[in-house]
C-alpha cells in the first residue's frame, strides 16, 4: 500500500518483523538457543567420549551462552524501554486531546504530541474550513525555531474513495466507509507532499461523526519502511483526534441550539442577551449603538384565521427578510412570538430609521399568496445612543416605547425615539 511514498498506517499491518528491536530480541534468542545447544552437546560428547579439549570447547559454549543471555536481557530491556515510550506517548496524547475544547486547540494538540514519538520531521494538519469548499493544510516542523507554513488544498480530495471507489458515495447523514476514508487520506497526502516539497509521508484520516474531515500527514526525509510504533502512533493520534472533533461538534451544535430560534434560524433571546452583556463590556465611549424593534402587525388575528402552520410560515418569511436587510456587523434575533430585534452597530439616527424603513418595505413585498395571506406589514421602533454612556437595555426599552407608538398610530411605519 505504499504509493509514491505514502501511506495509510490503518490499512498496513505491519508484518512482526517490521520492528527492529522486535528482531533483534528473536536474533538474541535464536543466539543463545544455539549456544546453549552447543554447550549441550559438548557437554553429551564429553560423557561419552572425555578428552582433554572438549573441557574448553565447553568452557566456550558456557561462555557463548552467557553473552547470548546478556544480549536476550538488553535487548528485551531495550524493546520495553521502547514500549513504555510508547505508551508514555499515547497517554501524552490522551491528556492534550482531553483539554482541547475547540478545533485549533485539536490541532495544536495533534502538533505538540505527536512529533516526538513518530520520528517525524514535518507534521501536517489538514481540515475542512466550515462552509467552504476548500481543505486548510497546517505544515509544523518538530525542528525547534523552524517556521511553520500553511496553504489551502481543494475539498474534491474529501471525496469518498475518489474515481476509483466503485459506486461508493458520501452524503450528509451517510458514514463514510474505512476504506474510502483512507483512500481520501492518501491522496490528500499526495497533495501535501507536492504543496510542501515533502519525501516520505505516512497519512491517517480524520473522520468524526461519520465524516470525514481531512487528515493528519506526517513525513522524514529519511527513505524506507516507517517503524510500527509511528504507525501505532499516528493511528491513534487520528483516532484520538478524530474523537476530539467529534466532541467539540457535539458541543457546538448544542451551543447552537441554545441559542438558536428553532423556527426562523435567527439568534434567539439568550443569544441576544449574552450579545448585549458582552457589548456593554467593551462598548468604547465613541461607539454609538442603535436598536430596531419589529412586530409583525395583526398577527394574532393571522394566525386564527390561517392557522398556526401558517402563522410558521410567515415568520420564516419575515426573518429572512430582517436578516437579508441588515448588514454582517448587525445582529437580528427572534425574541418573543411575533417579535423581532435588530442591534445597529454605529449608526446615526437617520441610518436607524433608514434600515427600519428597509425592513419595513421589504416585509410589504413579501409574496404569501401560495399560503394564501394577501399582505402581511410590520411595524418599528427605532432608537440610536450616541454617547457611549448609555446601557444597551435602556436602548432596547426606549425602541420598545417607539414601536408602541407606531402600534397607536396605525401600523405599518417606523417610529424613532
Excluded: C
Excluded at 543463545?32 to 574448553?56: D, N
Excluded at 461508493?168 to 499526495?190: F, H, K, S, T
Excluded at 434575533?333 to 418595505?361: D, T
Amino acid at each position: 500500500m505504499l504509493r509514491g511514498n505514502v501511506a495509510a498506517p490503518s490499512r498496513i499491518r505491519p508484518a512482526p518483523s517490521a520492528d527492529p528491536l522486535d528482531r533483534r530480541v528473536r536474533r538474541a534468542w535464536l543466539f543463545l538457543a544455539a549456544a546453549l545447544a552447543t554447550l549441550g552437546g559438548l557437554l553429551l560428547v564429553a560423557v561419552v567420549l572425555p578428552g582433554p579439549g572438549l573441557a574448553a570447547a565447553a568452557l566456550l559454549a558456557l561462555a557463548a551462552a552467557a553473552a547470548a543471555a546478556a544480549l536476550v536481557r538488553r535487548s528485551v530491556e531495550q524493546r520495553e524501554a521502547r514500549r513504555r515510550e510508547e505508551v508514555e506517548n499515547f497517554a501524552r496524547i490522551l491528556q492534550g486531546f482531553s483539554r482541547a475544547v475547540s478545533p485549533d486547540a485539536i490541532v495544536d494538540a495533534i502538533m505538540g504530541e505527536l512529533g516526538p514519538g513518530t520520528e517525524a520531521d514535518h507534521l501536517v494538519v489538514v481540515h475542512r474550513r466550515p462552509g467552504a469548499p476548500i481543505l486548510d493544510a497546517t505544515l509544523v516542523p518538530t525542528r525547534p525555531g523552524a517556521p511553520a507554513a500553511s496553504t489551502v488544498l481543494p475539498a474534491v480530495d474529501l471525496d469518498a474513495g475518489g474515481p476509483s471507489a466503485a459506486g461508493v458515495a458520501v452524503g450528509p447523514g451517510r458514514p463514510v466507509p474505512l476504506d474510502a476514508a483512507e483512500r481520501a487520506a492518501e491522496r490528500i497526502a499526495v497533495r501535501v507532499r507536492r504543496a510542501f516539497g515533502l519525501t516520505n509521508v505516512l497519512a491517517a484520516p480524520l473522520v468524526a461523526h461519520g465524516e470525514l474531515l481531512g487528515a493528519i500527514v506526517i513525513s522524514r526525509r529519511r527513505a524506507g519502511p516507517w517503524p510500527a510504533p509511528s504507525r501505532r502512533l499516528l493511528a491513534a493520534a487520528a483516532a484520538e483526534a478524530s474523537a476530539a472533533l467529534a466532541r467539540t461538534a457535539t458541543h457546538r451544535a448544542a451551543e447552537e441550539a441554545a441559542t438558536t430560534d428553532a423556527l426562523t434560524g435567527l439568534p434567539n433571546r439568550r443569544y441576544f442577551e449574552e450579545y448585549v452583556r458582552l457589548l456593554g463590556r467593551g462598548r468604547r465611549a465613541d461607539d454609538a449603538i442603535g436598536v430596531l424593534m419589529v412586530d409583525i402587525d395583526l398577527f394574532k388575528v393571522l394566525n386564527d384565521r390561517h392557522g398556526h402552520a401558517v402563522g410558521d410560515v410567515v415568520l420564516r418569511a419575515v426573518a429572512r427578510t430582517i436578516a437579508a436587510a441588515v448588514r454582517d456587523v448587525d445582529v437580528p434575533a427572534r425574541i418573543g412570538g411575533e417579535e423581532f430585534v435588530v442591534l445597529l452597530r454605529n449608526p446615526s439616527p437617520a441610518i436607524a430609521v433608514e434600515v427600519g424603513e428597509r425592513i419595513r418595505a421589504a416585509v410589504e413585498r413579501i409574496d404569501l399568496s401560495e399560503v394564501g395571506v394577501d399582505r402581511v406589514t410590520v411595524s418599528v421602533g427605532a432608537t440610536v445612543g450616541e454617547g457611549g454612556t448609555e446601557r444597551v437595555a435602556d436602548l432596547v426599552v426606549s425602541a420598545d416605547r417607539a414601536l408602541y407608538r407606531a402600534k397607536r398610530f396605525g401600523r405599518n411605519r417606523v417610529e424613532a425615539s
